[in-house]
């Protein structure tokens, strides 16, 4: 499976240089086309890196999206050095997000670089990508956004590994009135198991936190021709609610991991909005 992660993200970036330092620059150029900035924030053991609206304005309501995994692995038996994404979905979501405020995290370990990256292990984009230090820096960092757009409320949007830090994250927070998720690795042993690769064995698992988010709105958004993170993990997640609360999950036939998720998402922001 995870050859077959990175081939398709080759795919998509053609021949495109694989430093970290053209990863960055990728995303500044995308973000700069819409008039949104990098932010840098220190958060627990990490320094986490965020985008913004040039001018972020006061809201009641913030929406966060929480990038994937991004390039974590160059091979089934090799990790990457650097977690950056080469193609930055998350990103490009949050850019597209429709209406009201909104703003972009990256995982731990993207986008940053020199002393910020002091902590970086490959570990924490591994096994440990979901690790509870991850988690907690997470949780901090969408804090802090809040903070900054004046919110008093929260809705988190987290795109496949994406999704697992944002299910965890609102685990944690009084704040958080919606959590969507697209194409998102909602159970990692059902994922893991899905595709015979080694358990992450350093890693919370959402579905092992139903019970703190059994009473928060859910939407999951899972692509029908995906195969990376099938609809077999959201059927997985949801089957630990009790039959009664279970969240809802709304299949995209002619979705896959990739595809279409980022042409199609002011349409389907609009349609699923609350």
Known sequence: MRIFLIVMLLALAGCADLSPQSRWQHADQLAGKTGWKKLRIP??????????????????????????????????????NDPTPLNPIGLELAMRHPQGAAAYLARPCQYVEANDSANCRRY?????????????????????????????????????????????????????IRLVTVAGNLDHRRWTDVHHVPALKGSLNPADAWQALVTLPQLHLVGGRDEVVSHY????????????????VLILPDFDHVCCWVDRWPSIWGKIAP
């Open 124 to 176: 924490f984009w591994t096994d440990g990508r979901f690790a509870p230090e991850v988690i907690e820096a997470s949780n901090q960092a969408v804090g802090d956004l809040k903070q900054r757009s004046g919110a008093t409320k929260l809705v988190l949007v987290g795109y496949s590994g994406g999704g697992a830090v944002a299910a965890l994250v609102a685990s944690r927070r009084k704040d958080v």
């Open 233 to 248: 993990v959201a059927d997985s997640y949801i089957s630990r609610f009790p039959a009664d609360r279970r969240p809802p």
């Open 43 to 80: 958060a627990g053991s990490f320094v986490l890196s965020a985008y913004v609206p040039g001018s972020m304005a006061q809201s009641d309501t913030l929406t966060v999206y929480i990038e994937g995994d991004g390039l974590a692995w160059l091979s089934r038996s090799q990790p990457s």
